[in-house]
């Protein structure tokens, strides 16, 4: 299928593109769907946290705030030990670094890539050293400048920057997360150079809210999409590895059709602390979620996007789309970031099919992770 925006031309399954000419032939299939090897294995270590921050679907989930036995963290490590070559291993709470012991138990006996998910607030001297021996990426949490971070997460911006100053002294590399909200999304570009300068992160991410159960309060799906299409012009005006928009420029740059945007569609072992396993961090139970790719999906069969897409949160999908539908607010935000990729790439090459490596010269540190032993995305 063809679809045109503009003056510019997308096959949809081949993922090529055409500025001014209709390309010739679009009437490629769809790849086949990849084998649902295990890809990521993620620990929740704790669900005990320092903080309490407002949207934190950890504690509106209502689970008891436990932590993860060494027993259970052994059976994460023997997960990653089987698991596909090159998996992801993720270590998240709550914050993990309130039991350090477990945390580092699981670090420092699976092989990297291996991801922590921290707001930063404990790193010392000395986690910070055994962060960087272990080869560990930490995602830090951090919503903004000190202000808006604080009128969310709790008043911790100055000790969140004291820890991401230390990993950086410590020669770290280290992504930051940030959640787009009623708090930071008109000022979104700002925020992002601002964050970018001060803490010079590898990678950057821009997260609209998960459903949770009670206070779900997002902003909103038009909000949300006008915020990330911000971040997608300053991502290219610095050069700046963003996971939601490295996601969706990926599969046109290496031509290689994205079938699951999160591997809890098939791939994702969670081990939570009670020792219960999922395919999702939302989730309790082991389910199979992968008739939510967009190729299984009646819903997505026109949808010019789906080869980028992934379908999106399928937790989300559930609690917002409902049966057979994605969240509605996947499908519009990824829809603007290919008009705005189509937009600059017509602004930006000759008439005529645009190859594969003329792209990645022009768009290539948008799906760089720079300076990590991580080149994709890690999930912020
Ligand atoms: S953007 Fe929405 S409609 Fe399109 S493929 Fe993805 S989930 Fe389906
Ligand atoms: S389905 Fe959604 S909530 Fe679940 S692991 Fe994937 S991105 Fe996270």
Not at 15 to 38: K, M, N, Y
Not at 56 to 74: I, K, R
Not at 352 to 371: A, F, H
Request: proline letters at 6%; charged letters at 20%.
């Amino acid at each position: 299928m063809k679809y045109r925006y503009g003056n510019t031309w997308f096959d949809t399954v081949t993922l090529r593109i055409s500025v001014g000419d209709t390309p010739e032939d679009c009437s490629a299939a769809v790849p086949p769907v990849p084998a649902s090897e295990v890809k990521a294995v993620q620990a929740v270590v704790t669900r005990r946290c320092n903080l309490s921050c407002s949207y934190c679907n950890v504690m509106l989930s209502g689970d008891t705030p436990d932590d993860m036995t060494f027993e259970t963290a052994d059976s994460v490590i023997k997960a990653a030990e089987d698991a596909s070559p090159g998996r992801l291993v993720m270590v998240t709470g709550g914050e993990p670094l309130l039991v350090p012991d477990v945390t580092f138990h699981i670090l420092e006996r699976v092989d990297a890539p291996k991801v922590l998910f921290t707001n930063a607030t404990l790193v010392s001297p000395e986690i910070a050293s055994e962060l960087k021996r272990m080869r560990v990426s930490p995602v830090v949490s951090l919503d903004g400048t000190e202000s808006v971070h604080n009128s969310q997460r709790c008043g911790s911006w100055a000790r969140a920057a004291k820890g991401l100053d230390t990993l950086r002294e410590t020669s770290v590399s280290y992504g930051i997360s940030t959640v787009v909200s009623h708090h930071n999304h008109q000022n979104i570009s700002t925020e992002m150079e601002e964050l970018y300068s001060r803490f010079m992160p590898a990678s950057m991410g821009f997260n609209i809210l998960h459903w949770t159960p009670g206070s779900f309060d997002p902003i909103s799906a038009e909000a949300y999409t006008d915020a990330i299409g911000r971040v997608f012009h300053t991502a290219l005006k610095h050069g700046i590895f963003v996971d939601q928009i490295a996601r969706r420029i990926d599969p046109i740059i290496s031509g290689v059709y994205r079938h699951r945007d999160c591997a809890a569609l098939g791939g994702k072992i969670v081990f939570h602390p009670d020792s219960r396993i999922s395919n999702c961090i939302s989730g309790r139970e082991m389910k199979d979620w992968s008739g939510r790719m967009p190729v299984l999906m009646e819903y997505c069969a026109d949808c010019p996007v789906a080869g980028i897409c992934g379908g999106g949160c399928a937790w989300d999908a559930i609690h917002l789309g409902g049966e057979g539908k994605p969240d509605a607010r996947h499908c519009m935000w990824v829809k603007h970031i290919l008009n705005l990729f189509l937009e600059d790439v017509a602004k930006h090459f000759p008439k005529g099919p645009v190859s594969r490596g003329k792209l990645k010269k022009r768009y290539g540190c948008l799906v760089t992770r720079g300076g990590s032993a991580l080149t994709g995305s890690i999930g912020h």
